[in-house]
Structures are given as structure tokens and as C-alpha cells.
């Protein structure tokens, strides 16, 4: 069975700064999708990036970029020039890209609260 | 606003009771998944249906249960209530199995 770990339970970062979050994974599978969600207050999940194993590239969105390494089974997170608004509780997930008794569905780490300092 | 709706968003009832969490996936998802959120377990998947079927089953407890309508809006009935069931439920959609999943803003079920 798959496992998605994040270590820190809670991570802090001055506003403007630069934050990392880490995520670790578990699975003998070779193709398969891995994401970050973020959760406000508001509770609503969110997805801020993902990246599918067979890209080697990593994936960037705006401010948001991982650090994917597939043979450490590791997908860190970058939050560059952190704002107010990125504090949030953040989930790394892991979902299978095949079929079988799980199609689709994707399994999270605890998370990591993440505060912004002004 | 993601497109997928949960109602209601806030749900108090007494333990043994039985409730039913409503979800409308996005336009044209076929795909919906309930997630189960508390303190101790974090985020659990419990079920999938894709189109009116069941696809995959999770950490789902046999007193729970859920369908997908023909109209594929999808609803979770939680029946013999505790007070360890009191948690976030979320509902997902997304078009396959294999493409992005859009959360609801989810039902917090409180059980006294």
C-alpha cells in the first residue's frame, strides 16, 4: 500500500521569504501523480500543483514550485516571496495513474501548518 | 469556487442518529469521492463512484454507505452515529478517475 509522509507538523516563514515544505512517499508503483493541496481556514481543499512521475521536469505554478526526486521517493514544495495568504494547512497526496481497486482516488499526508510572519 | 457543492455545511445531531451528506459534483464530472477529515485520522478516502457505480472502496465503515444517482449528484448516509464520527466530510469530483479532483467546501458533521 502507498504512504505519503510529511515530517513537520508545522513550519513558519517570515512574509517576502522563501519556505520548504517536505513530503516523502511510499509505493512500488512506477507511474503515478502527486499533488499539493492547501487548506485555508475556510477549510476548502485546494490544489496548488501537480506532477505526474514520468515527467522529469518539475512542475511550477507562480510562486509554487517542487522538487520532485523520484528515486528518493521525495516532492518537496517551494513557496517563493510568501504572502499573508499562503497560511494554510498544506496536504501532500499521492493517487495511483492505473486502475485496479483504487482508480483515482488519492491518499494524504498529515499535513503542515504553515504561518506567515509579517 | 471549486463547482462541486456539499450540503449542508454544518450538521449537529445526537449519537445513534442516522444523516445523509448531499453532493453535486462539477458539470460534466463523472467521477465523485468522499473523503472522511478529523484530528486523528487526517484525510481518509472512503468511497468513489464513477458513473452510477461504485469504483473503489476506502476506510469506509459498514455503517456507512452512498450512491451515485442517475443525475450523478452522489449522497453518504451515516446511520448508528458516535461520537468518533464527529469529523470534515468532504465530497470530490473530478471528469475520470485519472484527472484533477475539485473539493466541495465540505459538511462538518458534529455528533453529541
Known amino acids: 500500500a502507498q504512504t505519503v509522509t510529511q515530517s513537520q507538523p508545522e513550519m513558519s516563514v517570515q512574509e517576502a521569504e522563501t519556505v520548504t515544505l517536505s513530503c516523502t512517499y511510499d509505493?512500488?508503483?512506477?507511474?503515478?501523480?502527486l499533488f499539493w493541496y492547501k487548506q485555508p481556514p475556510s477549510r476548502q481543499m485546494i490544489l496548488v500543483i501537480r506532477?505526474?512521475?514520468?515527467k522529469q521536469q518539475n512542475a511550477t505554478e507562480n510562486r509554487f514550485s517542487v522538487n520532485f526526486q523520484k528515486a528518493a521517493k521525495s516532492f518537496s514544495l517551494k513557496i517563493s516571496d510568501s504572502q499573508l495568504g499562503d497560511a494554510a494547512m498544506y496536504f501532500c497526496?499521492?493517487?495511483?495513474?492505473w486502475g485496479g481497486g483504487s482508480q483515482g482516488n488519492l491518499i494524504f499526508g498529515k499535513g503542515t501548518k504553515l504561518s506567515v510572519k509579517p | 469556487d471549486s463547482g462541486v457543492t456539499q450540503t449542508p455545511k454544518h450538521l449537529i445531531t445526537a449519537t445513534g442518529q442516522r444523516v445523509t451528506l448531499r453532493c453535486s459534483p462539477r458539470?460534466?464530472?463523472?467521477?465523485v469521492y468522499w473523503y472522511q477529515q478529523s484530528l486523528d485520522q487526517g484525510l481518509q478516502f472512503l468511497i468513489q463512484?464513477?458513473?452510477?457505480?461504485?469504483?473503489a472502496k476506502g476506510n469506509i465503515l459498514e455503517r456507512f454507505s452512498a450512491q451515485q444517482f442517475p443525475d450523478l449528484h452522489s449522497e453518504l448516509n451515516l446511520s448508528s452515529l458516535e461520537l468518533g464520527d464527529s469529523a470534515l466530510y468532504f465530497c470530490?469530483?473530478?471528469?475520470?478517475?485519472?484527472?484533477?479532483?475539485?473539493f466541495g467546501q465540505g459538511t462538518r458533521l458534529t455528533v453529541v
Open positions: 470530490a469530483s473530478s471528469v475520470t478517475g485519472f484527472t484533477e479532483a475539485f
Open positions: 458539470s460534466g464530472d463523472l467521477s
Open positions: 463512484y464513477y458513473n452510477g457505480e461504485e469504483r
Open positions: 509505493t512500488s508503483e512506477s507511474d503515478y501523480y
Open positions: 506532477q505526474e512521475a514520468y
Open positions: 497526496a499521492y493517487r495511483s495513474a
